[in-house]
């Protein structure tokens, strides 16, 4: 059972390149997120899905779309990087069955933008 | 003021001490509180949830609510070097659609 996975684990980018993050989940999740997470801002939620066909932005949405490709899919898109933008991005999926709330994360991409 | 804070420590114990970990959170209407683990450089995987004023106790593991001051807080028992980590705090208004709010997260370190 993979649970959440991420692509790619790492890259490296040149301000203004895009770049799109993929992730899915093979739990049967109606929910996904995107967080990104930086030195002693915690984890700061982008955009997230509720259910498919759902996308709603998040707390730091500015500079990325995302695309909830099907159930199992969801994917973040950088169309021109920033250095602002170099972080640890965590996909995550979430049942969201009465208020449970356990979000199961992926491993992580590192994404450093020069 | 931040929806959810916490002291980002670090937090240091001898290992088979107490540790108490605190948050506290600014919208009354939250209803979910969570408490996940991360290791440095892994992902957050949760180990405790708690929804009704009081203790909920899981192992060496208890978490503490308390809506009227708006605190939560996990205790770790016997705490061990393997315990060390950083522990978010994360709440969740009264919808389940509601986003889960983190915080910044205490990291401990146990000392053997």
């Known amino acids: 059972n993979a649970g959440v996975t991420q692509t790619p684990k790492f890259q490296v980018l040149k301000t203004g390149q895009s770049m799109t993050l993929q992730c899915a989940q093979d739990?049967?999740?109606?929910?996904m997120y995107w967080y990104r997470q930086d030195p002693g801002m915690g984890l700061r939620l982008i955009y997230y899905?509720?259910?498919?066909?759902?996308?709603d932005k998040g707390e730091v949405p500015n500079g990325y779309n995302v695309s909830r490709l099907n159930k199992r899919e969801f994917s973040l898109r950088l169309e021109s990087a920033a250095p602002s933008q170099t972080s640890v991005y965590f996909c995550?999926?979430?049942?969201?069955?009465?208020?449970?709330?356990?979000?199961?994360f992926g491993e992580g991409s590192r994404l450093t933008v020069l | 003021q931040k929806e959810v804070e916490q002291n980002s420590g670090p937090l240091s114990v001898p290992e088979g001490a107490i540790a108490s970990l605190n948050c506290t959170y600014s919208?009354?209407?939250?209803?979910?509180f969570f408490w996940y683990r991360q290791y440095s450089g892994k992902s957050p995987e949760l180990i405790m949830s708690?929804?009704?004023?009081g203790d909920k106790e899981d192992g060496r593991f208890t978490a503490q609510l308390n809506k009227a001051s708006q605190y939560v807080s996990l205790l770790i028992r016997d705490s061990q070097p393997s315990d060390s980590a950083t522990y978010l705090c994360?709440?969740?208004?009264?919808?389940?659609?509601?986003?889960?709010?983190f915080g910044t997260g205490t990291l401990l370190a146990v000392q053997p």
């Open positions: 995550a999926s979430s049942e969201n069955r009465g208020n449970t709330g356990e979000l199961f």
């Open positions: 899905s509720a259910s498919e066909g759902t996308t």
């Open positions: 994360a709440v969740r208004g009264w919808s389940a659609t509601n986003k889960l709010i």
């Open positions: 739990m049967n999740h109606n929910s």
């Open positions: 919208d009354r209407g939250s209803q979910s």
């Open positions: 708690i929804y009704s004023n």
